[in-house]
């Protein structure tokens, strides 16, 4: 089931927010970055990597001090591959991977890969209804797509109604 909300992806109620990132788990948008203020120093803690990531990969640490006890790290950038629709592709995949192996049920997520000269939110929110998983038993089984505004949330609603 995917639903779309309007509010604050730090405030929100889940098992793991997704969160779009480059290879060393840095935030790649003013939202995320935002997030991760919230999120506090332990948060920084938990998401240091020994060495970097490939873009399509996906990875769950802590939380820090946010409500949600997880967050799925999809990394949809590295110095060899920008942001492109195939990358994120492949990097929600990849998140939806580690949320049935961690068992987490309802994931919270941006329009991953818009932003910044990246993906249009046309495209952001295609992806990630074209690849959330679509069988009713497992994980994960709910996605809440977090939107800032009206306008946006009825834009992604018409999206993920076509696609579903």
């Given at each position: 089931?995917?639903?779309?909300?309007?509010?604050?992806?730090?405030?929100?109620?889940?098992?793991?927010?997704?969160?779009?990132?480059?290879?060393?788990?840095?935030?790649?948008?003013?939202?995320?970055?935002?997030?991760?203020?919230?999120?506090?120093?332990?948060?920084?803690?938990?998401?240091?990597?020994?060495?970097?990531?490939?873009?399509?990969a996906a990875v769950v640490t802590g939380s820090g001090d946010l409500p949600a006890p997880f967050v799925l790290h999809a990394v949809i950038q590295?110095?060899?591959?920008?942001?492109?629709?195939?990358?994120?592709?492949?990097?929600?995949?990849?998140?939806?991977?580690r949320a049935a192996d961690w068992e987490l049920g309802i994931i919270a997520a941006p329009l991953v890969g818009a932003g910044a000269g990246q993906?249009?939110?046309?495209?952001?929110?295609?992806?990630?209804?074209?690849?959330?998983?679509?069988?009713?038993?497992?994980?994960?089984?709910?996605?809440?797509?977090?939107?800032?505004?009206?306008?946006?949330?009825?834009?992604?609603?018409?999206?993920?109604?076509?696609?579903?």
């Amino acid at each position: 089931m995917i639903q779309v909300v309007v509010d604050d992806l730090a405030l929100i109620q889940a098992d793991a927010l997704l969160r779009p990132t480059d290879e060393t788990l840095n935030p790649l948008t003013e939202t995320i970055s935002r997030l991760d203020q919230r999120a506090g120093p332990r948060f920084a803690e938990q998401r240091r990597l020994s060495s970097p990531l490939k873009a399509g990969a996906a990875v769950v640490t802590g939380s820090g001090d946010l409500p949600a006890p997880f967050v799925l790290h999809a990394v949809i950038q590295d110095p060899d591959a920008g942001v492109g629709r195939e990358v994120v592709r492949r990097a929600l995949l990849s998140a939806w991977e580690r949320a049935a192996d961690w068992e987490l049920g309802i994931i919270a997520a941006p329009l991953v890969g818009a932003g910044a000269g990246q993906l249009s939110p046309e495209e952001a929110a295609s992806l990630l209804a074209e690849t959330f998983p679509t069988r009713r038993s497992g994980c994960p089984f709910e996605l809440h797509i977090v939107v800032e505004g009206d306008a946006e949330r009825e834009l992604v609603e018409s999206i993920v109604r076509r696609i579903a």
